[in-house]
């Protein structure tokens, strides 16, 4: 007699039935914020990719959805969700509405809101198709990977500042711009900073234009093409440094639902058995506030730097001088 067997249940299934027996027993409400995406690859330890689809399969299946500035909550319409474990049927379209190929900019545009409010893990075909009501074959027009999505978007990002021509006087106010634009693009978009490399730089025209500008900025200082490269993408790398922390502490205040004047709350205690045993009087003096301020940071870490930078260029003055006595 043949004997049957029973397929095991997708692991990112059992993610998705514990989660929604979690909103079934009240523990999570409407509107509570649930495990993000990293957080379920931990808590569950299971691969990023299981936890994305775990993800999706909650939002297909009505249980969860995305709020700006909170990530990913209960959904408010918990009185209205289908069975678990079965997906919504794509989209449909409107009716009469011709089939056409999704722009490749709507397709950017939509990744970039979803990495905006959910971080780059969010992002995937899979999940565009779903915002789009269409098949994952009808993105492959415009991007072949999530990798080149993500270096489209990338791209995209850094074409939303309109770079001054020739920008405002002097070298240190052009690179204080170009330095300050930059930020604010990592402020707007938190995912920004983890999309760039320096050792394998992406090769798209808006952020080369910035680099360029920047090289541009350095005219007239008789500095070589290496020095002013490297000027170049020092200054990148001090903004996307600082930018990681920024990123770093909304994404553990989303994932937790702590901020971070609660974190240190928690951590009064012990901070305080370290600053007032004597070993660190210095730090004793210093204030929680002066330590959060990533925005003060990096004021202060541009205007060293290029306090540094123009030490640099002064040396290289009195050395050109210096050669033509």
Request: glycine share 6%.
């Amino acid at each position: 007699m043949p004997s049957s067997t029973q397929r095991p249940e997708p692991p990112y299934r059992r993610i998705v039935a514990e989660i929604h027996a979690r909103i079934l027993a009240g523990d999570l409400r409407p509107g509570d914020r649930v495990p993000s995406i990293r957080e379920i690859a931990r808590r569950w330890d299971v691969a990023v990719a299981t936890a994305t689809r775990a993800m999706a399969a909650l939002r297909d299946d009505g249980l969860v959805e995305t709020k700006v500035g909170a990530g990913t909550v209960v959904s408010t319409l918990t009185g209205q969700k289908k069975p678990v474990g079965v997906s919504a049927p794509p989209r449909p379209r409107r009716a009469g509405a011709p089939r056409q190929a999704l722009s490749r900019r709507q397709t950017l545009r939509t990744a970039i809101a979803i990495a905006d409010a959910e971080g780059l893990d969010a992002v995937s075909m899979r999940r565009l198709a779903a915002e789009f009501g269409v098949g994952p074959m009808s993105l492959y027009r415009h991007v072949s990977s999530k990798d080149e999505l993500v270096t489209q978007m990338t791209d995209e990002v850094f074409g939303e500042p309109e770079l001054p021509v020739p920008g405002p006087d002097g070298w240190r106010a052009r690179l204080e711009l170009i330095s300050r634009l930059q930020w604010e693009l990592c402020r707007r978009h938190l995912w920004l900073p983890r999309a760039v490399s320096f050792t394998r730089p992406l090769l798209v025209p808006n952020m080369m234009a910035h680099t360029e500008w920047t090289l541009r900025a350095l005219d007239g200082l008789g500095l070589p093409m290496t020095t002013r490269i490297r000027e170049a993408l020092t200054l990148h790398a001090l903004v996307l440094t600082v930018a990681l922390s920024m990123s770093d502490e909304v994404e553990a205040e989303q994932e937790t639902g702590v901020t971070l004047d609660r974190w240190w709350l928690t951590q009064r205690k012990r901070a305080d058995e370290l600053l007032h045993s004597g070993r660190f009087p210095l730090l004793a003096t210093v204030t929680g506030e002066e330590v959060s301020d990533v925005d003060g940071l990096f004021e202060y870490s541009l205007a060293r730097h290029l306090d540094g930078f123009a030490v640099l260029v002064e040396d290289h003055h009195l050395a050109e001088a210096e050669d033509h006595r």
